[in-house]
């Protein structure tokens, strides 16, 4: 399969967070609250792209990557805007993206 | 054969929602997107259930593609219209695998679902119902197909265009990063692969870049005019998407999609890869 499993908070069963460097968030508007259904593209250190995942009704997103420094940026009807995130081993990372601000 | 004859605008696909012979059709892995809204008059294909051997690893042969077509109501004359989720990657598959069993006319959507979302265009959650047609498929048209000898003996002599991500042709992860990493493959590349990533050739917003655009990055990249060529990816979906822009919107010639992909290389006893990015 190439399609993302399911946005959400909740990690799928069956993925190891001891193992996988995961990297999850929320898009929001420029007041605050959740954006559904954003398109959030991982961007590598150099800003080549490396993946895109359609946001839940909720804003959630996630991605699988590597420990290293990436952007991530959200397109939405409404706007657009990008966050950067740095994480530097395994586990599960946080970083919200606002758009439209 | 003319840009305009193979990609259409968002604007041009809402202008001829209602067109005659002329079908839309929404390919997607997640086939939730169409559930949750379409374009009118869309009719799905389900990328795994619709287009792939429900027993074997491959896709649908001559007959069992007449029946699907037949079943989703499309004529041998109708004009398909494509478009989906992921940047088109199933969409351009899609029209890849029309190509192969000899479909005349088939165009994409250029920016596919997401340009029409970003566009605030509408979407319709009508259920869509056909009349049956009797679609008869031409047998496979294997000068766009590539198989896994034919990949490793293309090492040295064509073009490899390896389409994936840089980190996945590194090594560094082993799938696009949308997706768990724990996979069976070796990591790596076919040694002598160029990685062109299919997204160098999309915009942000999901359509293609213009042609000059396209011509400048392959050259740039060392794309060999007079070599043949075969895009891969992991699974093939990707691989089309550049086949599409290397055969249908450059026109070059002899290019092939090697749709087993690195699933398929990266698991072969024996067969050679590179990891050095040159």
């Known amino acids: 399969m190439c399609g993302a499993p399911v946005q959400g908070q909740t990690i799928p069963a069956g993925v190891d967070v001891e193992k996988e460097t995961v990297i999850t968030g929320r898009v929001l508007g420029a007041d605050g609250e959740p954006v559904g259904g954003a398109f959030v593209r991982l961007l590598d250190g150099t800003g080549e792209f490396t993946a895109e995942v359609v946001a839940s009704g909720t804003g959630d997103f996630r991605f699988f990557a590597a420990p290293g420094t990436w952007t991530l940026r959200a397109l939405s009807a409404s706007g657009n805007g990008q966050a950067e995130i740095s994480p530097e081993g395994a586990g599960v990372h946080s970083a919200n993206v606002t758009v439209g601000a | ?278």
């Open chain 2, 1 to 278: 054969m003319a840009r305009s004859d193979v990609l259409v605008s968002a604007d041009w696909a809402e202008q001829n929602l209602n067109a005659p012979k002329t079908v839309f059709v929404e390919v997607d892995e997640d086939a939730s997107a169409y559930d949750g809204g379409h374009i009118e008059g869309a009719v799905k294909l389900d990328w795994r259930k619709d287009l792939q051997d429900p027993v074997r690893r491959d896709f649908l042969n001559q007959g069992q593609f007449s029946d699907l077509l037949s079943a989703k109501g499309i004529a041998n004359d109708d004009t398909v219209v494509l478009y989906g989720g992921n940047n088109n990657w199933f969409a351009a598959y899609a029209y890849w695998y029309f190509k192969l069993y000899g479909h005349k006319d088939v165009k994409l959507i250029d920016g596919g679902r997401k340009k029409w979302e970003l566009d605030g265009r509408a979407l319709s959650k009508d259920v869509v119902t056909r009349e049956a047609t009797k679609y008869q498929a031409a047998a496979p048209d294997l000068s766009i197909r590539a198989f896994r000898d034919e990949v490793i003996d293309a090492i040295g002599s064509k073009n490899l265009v390896d389409v994936r991500s840089p980190d996945e042709f590194s090594g560094k992860i082993l799938a696009p990063a949308h997706l768990p990493q724990e996979q069976a493959q070796q990591r790596g590349h076919v040694p002598g692969a160029i990685n062109i990533p299919w997204s160098t050739t999309a915009n942000e917003d999901g359509t293609f870049k213009d042609d000059d655009a396209l011509e400048a990055l392959y050259k740039e990249k060392g794309y060999d005019e007079n070599k043949a060529t075969i895009a891969y990816c992991r699974i093939g979906e990707r691989s089309s998407h550049t086949w599409f822009v290397l055969k249908e919107l450059l026109g070059k010639s002899d290019v092939k999609n090697y749709d087993g992909s690195w699933v398929e290389y990266g698991s072969l006893v024996g067969a050679p890869i590179e990891l050095e990015v040159h």
